[in-house]
T-cell receptor, first 112, second 115 residues
Framework: QKEVEQDPGPLSVPEGAIVSLNCTYS??????FMWYRQYSRKGPELLMY????GNKEDGRFTAQVDKSSKYISLFIRDSQPSDSATYLC????????????FGSGTRLQVQP | NAGVMQNPRHLVRRRGQEARLRCSPV?????VYWYRQLPEEGLKFMVY????????ESGMPKERFSAEFPKEGPSILRIQQVVRGDSAAYFC?????????????FGEGSRLTVL
């Protein structure tokens, strides 16, 4: 079983829709949770970062962490065609290994 | 991409040859990470380096792979005697301090194709 599970999609939605992307994980030591966005043939770029449980909002993006369920989500409101990309969740423990563990990514297509 | 420069962007090698990938981190960043991405898969950690030191190489294959980050110049990921299974995108990322909480700046990757 992978440490981080993420549905690969693809997920296709119409422009303006609310998008929900999710990851589950098994390592209870994970404390830092991130969402990276990766456009085709490009490097990942950090989109959202949260520490421990709770919500964080940045413009059209909201990240949620539920540590009791080992479940994290990214919501995109009013989705735009420019949001079409692969979204990777990533996690890291507070101590020990200083490396991110990534999900396999969900490919999102927003149709105009 | 906040200034992480990787080259070459594309590299083609025949089986048995050596591949050398270079990464210049964001100016002022002294911590470099290498990740590998296979098609339709997420990024897998390979190695974490600081200037002149390998901090964590737990993700590196035991043979044929090596990495360095010299005092001067870019970080180098070297793959000797490449095999077809080494074909992947190799991403370098940097951060300014080890206390950063996973906020890495990634380069655009080097795509290795082994024939």
């Amino acid at each position: 079983q992978k440490e981080v599970e993420q549905d690969p999609g693809p997920l296709s939605v119409p422009e303006g829709a609310i998008v929900s992307l999710n990851c589950t994980y098994s390592n209870s030591a994970f404390q830092y949770f991130m969402w990276y966005r990766q456009y085709s043939r490009k490097g990942p770029e950090l989109l959202m970062y949260t520490y421990s449980s709770g919500n964080k909002e940045d413009g059209r993006f909201t990240a949620q962490v539920d540590k009791s369920s080992k479940y994290i989500s990214l919501f995109i409101r009013d989705s735009q065609p420019s949001d079409s990309a692969t979204y990777l969740c990533a996690m890291m423990a507070r101590t020990g290994r200083r490396a991110l563990t990534f999900g396999s990514g969900t490919r999102l297509q927003v149709q105009p | 991409n906040a200034g992480v420069m990787q080259n070459p962007r594309h590299l083609v090698r025949r089986r048995g040859q050596e591949a050398r990938l270079r990464c210049s981190p964001v100016k002022g960043h002294s911590h470099v990470y290498w990740y590998r991405q296979l098609p339709e898969e997420g990024l897998k950690f390979m190695v974490y380096l600081q200037k002149e030191n390998i901090i964590d190489e737990s993700g590196m294959p035991k043979e044929r792979f090596s990495a360095e980050f010299p005092k001067e110049g870019p970080s180098i990921l070297r793959i000797q005697q490449v095999v077809r299974g080494d074909s992947a995108a190799y991403f370098c990322a940097s951060s300014p301090t080890p206390r950063d909480t996973g906020e890495l700046f990634f380069g655009e990757g080097s795509r290795l194709t082994v024939l």
